[in-house]
Every structure is written in C-alpha cells, then in structure tokens.
C-alpha cells in the first residue's frame, strides 16, 4: 500500500520514521515530474569549494532552488549568473536534510536574444574595465608566418576558403585544429584548441604555429554564442602566437573579436591579412633587383670617371722614379771604391792599435806591476801596526777623561729615571688592578656570606668560635650565643672571647720583581 493513499484517521495507522517520510517524498516528485525544462531569472549564485554550484531560479512571485553537481558544470553550456533569464533543464528531487525540494540542473540555455544581448553587453563592459581590449597590448602580426594554426570546423566552408586563399596568395603550412562551431560544446573546444597551440614546442615534433585563426560562417547570435563566452575570450587574450578571429559576417561582432590581435571581416579577410600575395612580393623584389643593378651601374660609373680624372693630374710612372734611380746608379758607381778605402783605413787603425800588443812589451809592464805590489805589500803591515797603536792610545786617552765619563754617566741616569718612571707607572696600575680585584672579592665574599642570610631573619648558634649544628651539640656546650643580624645574644655562661691573633706586618715586595 502507498503511504500516501490512505488519508482518513485511524488509531491503528502506522508510524513512518522521518527518513521514510523524506524519501518516500522524493520518490514522489521524481516521478511525478521527471526531466523538465524551467524558465526564469538567475537569482542568488554560489560556488562551493568543492566544485558544485548552488543557484536560486526565480519569477515574480516564487523561487526554485537548483544545484549542478561538479560533474555537470562542464556542461551547461551557460554558466549561472545572476539576473541573467534563463531556461534550464533537469530533474526534480528534494533535499531531505532541510526539507526542500530542487531541480538538479545539467543544461542551461540563454532565454531570447534581449537576455543574450545584456548578458554581452555585461561581459564586455567587465572586461573592458579590465584592460583586455587596450591597443597596446595587442601583438603585431608576422609578416610571412611558417605554419599557420587554424581553429575551426573541419567539415564546413570556412576552411576550404581559407587554405583556398592561402594556396592562392602564398602557399604556408597549415595546421587544423578542428572544433565544434556551435552548441554546448563550442566554447570549451575552442579554448582548448587556443591553449593546445599555445602549448606547443617551438621546432618539436609538431612545431608551433607563429599565427592562429579562429574562424566560422555567419549565423545568430544564438549560432555565435560560443564565442561570446568569457573562457574563450580570455583564452584569446592570453595567447602568446598572434591571434586573428574571423567569426561570422562583417556585421557579426562576438567578444573574442575585442580581445584577438586583430579582426577580419570574414574567414577569408583572414586569410588575406596572415599572408601577403606571392606575386606581388616576386614582382617587387623584381624591382628591387632592377633598381639595385642600375644604382650598382650608376655608382660604378661614378667611380670610374673620379677615378680618371685622379689619373690624369698625376705624373707617369716611369717619371715618378727616374729621380730615384739615378742617385742609385750614382751611389752603385762610388760603392767598390768607397768599400776598398773604407777597408785600407781600417786596416791601417787595426796594426797602429796592435804594435804596441807585442809579447816582449806585455812581459815587462807584468813584471813591473808585480815589484810595485810585493813593495806596497811590505808597506801594508808596517802602516797596519801604526795605524792600530795609535787608536789604542787614542781610545784609552778618551776613556780616562772626566768629561767622557761625565757624558756617560749622565745618560745611564737619564735611562735609569725612564726606567723608574715607567716601573713606578706599571706598579701603580697593578695596585689599581689588584684594589679593584679586592674590592669585587669581597662584594663577592658579602653576597655569598651568611650575614645575608641573617639578614633575611635567620640566626646562627655559637659555641664559642664553633658553629652548633645539632641538638646533640648544643646540649654539650658549655654555654650557647645565638647570632643576630645586628649582633650575638649569650645564653647561659658567658663564653670567653677568643683571642685576637696578632696583626703581621705586611711582607716587603720589591715593585720590580717578576
């Protein structure tokens, strides 16, 4: 039995958990509704972050809830935004878990062109605040591309026109990317053919393209859809390969022509404007050629002529030399001469300097000089023995004189006051040394001491000059003093007071010891 069929009363009804109630619920309205198909306005938008979307569907009186489940959102074809009229299709479930019913949208389509018109208008004027439609971003076409990538349908006439019009202006290596034109699955095609070419290698094994085209035929704004959405635009926008879009007409305008480096009319505008034409190119390089060899000829004549005229105000070779080689003929006519006097000169200058070479004359100027030095040799010890006697003398004669001693006196008391100066300089520093050693000792000795203890109320037990540690002790002591911090407090006997040891006197130390 249903438990929906029985309505009347009845003590004996059974009892539903809330579970039950709640699926028997949805199983209700999913079958009662199934798939359906809702038109409304975009309310309320919100994206959680585990990817599914959570968006209200409204009219002017009532609202519907509805969610795309992360899985769908790719889908959709147009994603939710809000205020934006829009007929979804989808299933109708509940949400037991605060009791609501909703519709689990997968396809989104845009109600009417005026819906489609302001949702452009929308993203235009959003992404123009953006800066994506500034000139100066905008990159230069090459001028004669390689490769040449195209984004479009591979079964319409948009890409034969363009290969047509490529193969007539300047034939260039193509590479088609084909993608849906239209439809749901337009916009991610063509976003992803954009992002697939720009990802390409340069020189891999399917090289980069240097331009893109994205190209298709005319149609409605419904037909173009695809390229107003925002991913392909800013798909455009980032590619780093020049891009040229050519979708629909001339009087076709879809968002990806703001964004692309540059706009053709038609797909076969486009390709005129990726290519120039090849005939025109050969016929002006023919030009250039022609006018290159005719300045060639111009220049070259010119030169000649300067260069004939230069010739004309010089002199013959033959004269240009004729000086020259006659002061050679000259100077060739003196030289044996000049050579045979120049060499009996020489000989002449080379015997006069050799007579006086002669082995006789060597053999007596040697013996000479050898008497001279065995003389100035006998001199030499005789003049030594003088000469050191006489400094003997002189030095003894200085060292006994009062006024070499008084010198000398006076300056061994000047370094011994040096001397004492710096001794009695250093002494005094180490007394400082020393005092500021003590004086930090016995700041030390005080702190560690056990007068601060007293201080703090504590007491110190005596036995005379005996520190009492034990109830044993004490009770052996004679007689007990108890230590204050401002003095002791005899109990018992009176302890006899120690004796003093008698002070030393303090040892001599000389300041110069080490």
Known sequence: MDLLDDDSPSPNAPEFTVSEISGAVKKTLEGAFGRIRVRGEIGRVMKAGSGHMYYDLKDDRNVISCNTWKGQVAGLGTLPEEGLEVIVTGKVSSFGGQSRYNINVDTIEVAGEGALMALLEKRKKAMQAEGLFAEERKKPLPYLPEIIGVVTSPQGAVIRDILHRLRDRFPRKVLIWPVAVQGKDSAPQVTAAINGFNALTPGGALPRPDLLIVARGGGSIEDLWGFNEEIVARAAAASDIPLISAVGHETDTTLIDFVSDRRAPTPTAAAEMAVPVRLDLMAALDGYDSRLTRALSTQIGRRGDRLRDLSRALPRADEL?????????????????????????????????????????????????????????????????????????????????????????????????????????????????????????????????????????????????????????????????????????????????PKKPKPQPPEQTSLFED
């Open 321 to 497: 030399t004729a000086r020259a080689e006659q002061r050679l003929d000259a100077v060739a006519a003196r030289l044996p001469a000049a050579l045979k006097g120049a060499s009996q000169v020489k000989r002449v200058e080379f015997e006069r300097r050799a007579a006086p070479l002669r082995p006789s004359i060597l053999t007596q100027k040697t013996d000479r000089m050898k008497a001279q030095l065995d003389r100035a040799s006998d001199r030499l010890g005789s003049a030594l023995q003088r000469r050191a006697a006489q400094a003997r003398a002189k030095l003894d004669q200085l060292r006994l004189q009062p006024a070499g001693l008084s010198r000398e006196i006076s300056g061994q008391r000047d370094r011994l006051t040096r001397t004492t100066r710096a001794a009695s300089n250093a002494a005094t520093r180490q007394m400082g040394a020393w005092h500021d050693e003590l004086a930090r000792l016995d700041r030390l000795r005080e702190t560690l001491g056990y007068q601060a203890t007293l201080d703090r109320g504590y007491a110190v037990v005596w036995d005379g000059e005996a520190i009492v540690t034990s109830k044993k002790a004490a009770k052996s002591a004679d007689a007990l003093e108890v230590q204050f911090k401002d003095g002791r407090f005899a109990m018992g006997a009176t302890p006899a007071k």
